[in-house]
């Protein structure tokens, strides 16, 4: 038990506390009122109920005039004080019907655009993805064909430095009036491939 005090007074205030706190770091979607108009579209909605509680007032004197003629100014006020509530009623609840649609075409238009946008990027990053693809197999052939005409270009300019050598020799030897029995160095491979 707490010291003079109710059991659990201070979970309950710094749960008041955080509640409140809650409610200050709430999103700008606050409502008002009973009906739960979003904060940021409360002027369009008294815009409406405004507009149609004048439209139905203009309408109620112009019927009391009519049906009630002969009658005086407050039987007139009485007539449209009666018909009021209703029309009031019905106001408020279409300009609410009309804002909250509103307010779900924006939402819905948003998501829309969002999907669209997200759609968009996915077939670039699939169109760059083939491309990019695509440079890399090229490069890749690229790379291989150079590589092919680079070894075989190493192997022909080997060949003919092994003729040189060979051409070399032959012709030391018949400068020095020797015999030259070394065959030429393609040979070599064709006699040791025959003899198997």
């Keep these: ?76 006020l009485l007539y449209v004080w009666q018909n009021m509530a209703p029309a009031a009623v019905s106001s408020a609840t279409f300009a609410l019907v009309i804002v909250d649609t509103v307010n779900g075409i924006m939402v819905l238009s948003t998501w829309l655009e969002d999907e669209l946008k997200k759609r968009r990027q996915r077939q670039i990053r699939a ?19 150079v590589a092919s005409k680079a070894s075989g270009n190493k192997a022909r300019a080997e060949e003919r430095q092994s003729w040189v050598e060979w051409n070399r020799r032959r012709e030391a030897a018949a400068a020095a009036g020797l015999e030259f029995t070394e065959p ?3 040979s070599r491979g064709r006699e040791s491939q025959n003899s198997q």
């Excluded at 405004?50 to 009391?64: E, F």
């Excluded at 169109?127 to 291989?144: L, T």
């Design 1 to 76: 038990m707490a010291q003079g005090g109710e059991p659990g007074l201070a979970y309950r205030e710094s749960e008041g506390l955080r509640a409140e706190e809650e409610q200050e770091n709430e999103p700008d979607d606050n409502r008002e009122s009973i009906w739960t108009i979003p904060a940021r579209l409360k002027r369009w909605y008294f815009a409406l109920f405004s507009i149609q509680i004048a439209i139905a007032t203009v309408w109620l004197v112009k019927t009391a005039i009519s049906s009630e003629s002969g009658k005086g100014a407050s039987d007139i």
């Design 127 to 145: 169109a760059v993805e083939k491309e990019v693809g695509e440079a890399v197999e090229k490069a890749v052939a690229e790379a291989v064909e």
């Design 184 to 186: 030429p160095p393609g």
